[in-house]
């Protein structure tokens, strides 16, 4: 499960190796559809105000812990064979990635549901 999540400095994970690491495991030819979220630094906050910079952080043990927890929550799900959740870590401004999750299930009803449900 360690590959499916973590949390990454900014510039050393990017979609496409996220599109990688599904691929190449075996889980991946019982999959029908791949769906994926890309988190991205919007240009105003909640309340409108511009934004400049946003540093994101974290205590990397814990993080990647509960995003493990949550992967392996929502593969037991019902035709999903591949959760990943990859969020990135440093100093990010507007348009920049901040979070990149990924399903690939059997079916799209399926992925969609959970894709939700993991964002």
């Known amino acids: 499960m360690a590959d499916n999540v973590g949390?990454?400095?900014?510039?050393?994970?990017?979609i496409s190796d996220v599109l990688s690491s599904i691929r190449k495991k075996d889980s991946s030819k019982k999959a029908g559809a791949?769906?994926?979220f890309v988190g991205v630094v919007?240009?105003?906050t909640l309340d409108g105000?511009?934004?400049?910079?946003?540093?994101?952080e974290a205590y990397e043990e814990k993080a990647n812990e509960v995003l493990a927890k949550i992967s392996e929550d929502l593969t037991k799900k019902t035709g999903i064979v591949d959760v990943q959740i990859h969020h990135l870590l440093g100093?990010?401004?507007v348009g920049d990635d901040l979070v990149y999750v990924s399903v690939a299930g059997a079916?799209?009803?399926?992925v969609f549901?959970?894709?939700q449900e993991a964002v």
């Open 7 to 14: 949390v990454h400095e900014k510039g050393s994970f990017t």
């Open 34 to 36: 791949i769906a994926m």
């Open 42 to 44: 919007r240009e105003q």
């Open 49 to 56: 105000k511009k934004v400049e910079k946003m540093t994101i």
């Open 91 to 93: 100093d990010f401004f």
């Open 107 to 110: 079916h799209r009803t399926e």
């Open 113 to 115: 549901s959970v894709l």
